[in-house]
């Protein structure tokens, strides 16, 4: 088992769970019209990570994660409330929430946490080329610390997602049904946020909080193109994640760049190919149409 | 103090800071109307690449090019952000956040790059990221203060046009403007916000200068033009006391402290401002409580039973708190010790309910034929 | 009636009506949307709400189904409370309020209609998937049972949310504009179909905003403008006079409007 802790192993490893598990959440943000809340929450556990470093001094760990993401979950609810006073619109009170809080993190982590191993510049660019650097011993096994924690936080998402997968369904498609029905979509929607924001905090040495916010938008609308069922969307998209990770890597070894940033990219390239399959789709099925028939009428 | 506000370095700071509070107040207000802030966010994320392009093609730390090239990628991120949206099925949601995290991924593969190729002129770049103050030069002031002066510019030019698009886009394009021209100015204008502030604020933060001040003076404005100056003035005031502190405690970051400030502007214009400020409104809502009589609140009990022909008619407090637009319990209270109403029971799934006594139905009888000059039919018989 | 004190929310109130609206006030921040509403449909009408824009009309289906706060009064539907009567209503949106690029086929959607009944946890299966395509069968579209939303026109998927709304057999059906944005065709066969359950003994409720079709498609009116104008028989209720009122402008909720403070 002395793989796991091979560099290249260990990085492509954490960057597929990142991948997997953002997309696999993502999906429902996607649909549910909401994608920039991943920004807000991604932007806002900075606030969460410094504020748990101050009070336990823990900066990795389920304690550290489950604190950052109640902040993911905090700038959700400030939003709302913000909101419901009726004097600011959505745009405007995500854009004044998580550039505060984001704030509020700089400022604390630059005055209490100079020599930490806690900057800002690694919470938004993510250090995923020295995750192998620290590692676990798990039943006698060296683990890099980083890949487990993503992927603990990934079996968390895939468990809650397929226990709930009807229920986040029905109240991403139809939130008035499933109250209707009695299925309290609230909270299955607060506890999905929940999860992204946890998710979030797990990912962010790895990517960083800003790329993280590409694996959770970009392979869902490029799955979103593709497909016309819900499930094999979500599968579609996790494996574009997924597949962006050693790509990702290979490429940046190649030209000596970013690496995170380079798997966040390759999910642009497929976003890019779905859109041309899409477009190549429908020139064909329009000329087929062309050929067999009129064009349809818009009504039965 | 004095020798403070004289030090060369601190002008230079608070010149810097003036131009983009003013600049972004001004165009982040059409931004907030329009309810485009978090494009802002977007196209201050994919400024990153464009810094790094400026920096490779000028070659060094020229905050000219830096400029040009985040204006640039600025454009090309609305053009994708538009492309996106109308050409394929995805939301605007969806187009805004995905053009961000690959327009900012595409930054950090190219900063990576410089980092290797040009080795330490990179820690300049980074500085991009949460803005740095000292590091503005006084000649740095002078493509900020060219931008900054021809977007004012052009926004007295169009102001008339800008206006309408603001209020009622739909009006502006049925009486033959360029609407969609002017749509591309408003987003250009986001984005040369955006290249202003690069330097002080840095792109992760920039869309709270676009939206803050913005907000904030949308509390107090009564018009477009004073909200825009309002909005300016904000913006300036951000920009100064979060640039003067940045600059005076070396090692923190001067954008997140100028955002701080602008939230905490806007944070209390939601609370104070007369007429849309919560405490005003929190204010206004017991002052009326305070001064609705009870008789009054005895009148719609009177006139509710009157409506369903039942003198003993119960009366659920949420339709009287709904009539009055406030919580109307302490009157209700005030009428039960007076021996005018007593509280009742009604259904299991509603709420307190209230009926009228002999007492008070007499009392509300007066009352009634008092303001309505007894003009109105009285109750044939006391019911049970 | 309002003399009724009962403080077990088990026992029935009016259980034979359909619906049973009493005092019912709904507000959205300052002003009220729905004023002290009283309304009685017995079972096996088809009635149509009509009033004007802005006069609660959806507002009123949402209070029935709980989906908005209620400020004042209740709700029965065959003599108790929504939440315990899930099972015996059908709800059917605004067409405009459902997102139809949302990746899900026809027979998906129908067996939405069912997840209550399997609670959190369970999955629809091979059972849930045969009630959904008896109910689409039931509104003529197991044909295209496996299309996508998007793929169906305005008709037919007006039609599948009729079937998503009829799969658990519900005693009342609620409709919200179900004729808005469809062509002639669609909607005489969407009329029929209602007509169909309504002989078949279900009880339908339609909110509709076409004036002119009113007298010819329901037998039972509401007529709403936040205040309950009018309601009942058709025959009864469709008068000049009370049409007149429904479209007549801004209704004073009480008559001491003009009363000093």
Known sequence: MTWLAEPSVAIVLTGVMVGMSAALLGSFLVLRGNSMLADAISHSILFGIALTWLLSGQTSGPLQIAGAALSGVFAVYLIELLTRTQRLRDDAAIGLVFPALFSIGVVLINVYARDVHLDEHTVLLGEIGFVWLDTLAVAGIEVPRATLTMAVMLVIDALFVIAFFKLLKLATFDRDLASALGLAPGFILYAHLTLLSGTAVAAFDAVGVVLFITFVVVPPA??????????????????????SAPVGYALAILWDVSISGMMALVNGFFLLIAYLLRWWRGVRAGRAEALVQPPPSSSA | MIALLSDYTLQTVMMGALLIGVLSGVLGSFAVLRGQGLLGDTLSHAALPGVCIGFLIVGGRSLEGVMAGALFTGVVAALVVVFLHQRTALKMDVALAATLGLGFALGVVLLTYIQREAG???????????????????????PMAVVTALSLLMVILLWKPLKLMSFDPAFAAVSGLPVRLLEITLTAMIALAVVVGLQMVGVVLMTAMVIAPGAAARQWARSLSGMVLLSALFGAIAGVVGGVISALAPGLATGPVIVLTATAIALVSLLIAPHRGLIPQWYRRRHRLQHTSTDRILLTVYELAREHGDWRYRVEQGAVDAYHGMVTEPLLQALVERGHLQPVRHMPDEGAHWQLTDKGLAHAEDCAARWTGGSRLRRSEPVG | MSELVSEDIKEPHEPALALHVE????????RPALWDIDLDIPPGVMAGIVGPNGAGKSTLLKAILGLVPISAGHVRLFGHP??????????????????WDFPTSAVDVVTMGLYGELGWLRWPGRSERDRALRALDQVGMEALADRQISELSGGQQQRVFIARALVHKPDILLLDEPMAGVDATTERSIINLLRQLREAGQTVVVVHHDLQTVQKYFDWLVLLNVRLIAAGPRDEVHTAENLRRTYGGQIALLDDNDRPA
């Open chain 3, 23 to 30: 005092d019912l006030t709904v507000s959205y921040g300052d």
């Open chain 1, 222 to 243: 490029a799955a979103f193109l593709l497909t016309r069922a819900l499930v094999p969307m979500i599968l579609l998209a996790m494996f574009m994640a997924a597949l």
């Open chain 3, 82 to 99: 929504y939440r315990m009567q899930r099972r015996r209503v059908g709800y059917v949106p605004q067409r405009s309020s459902v997102d």
């Open chain 2, 120 to 142: 330490s002129a990179q820690a300049g770049l980074d500085s991009f990221l949460f803005g740095q103050a000292a590091a503005v030069l006084r000649r740095d002031l002078y």
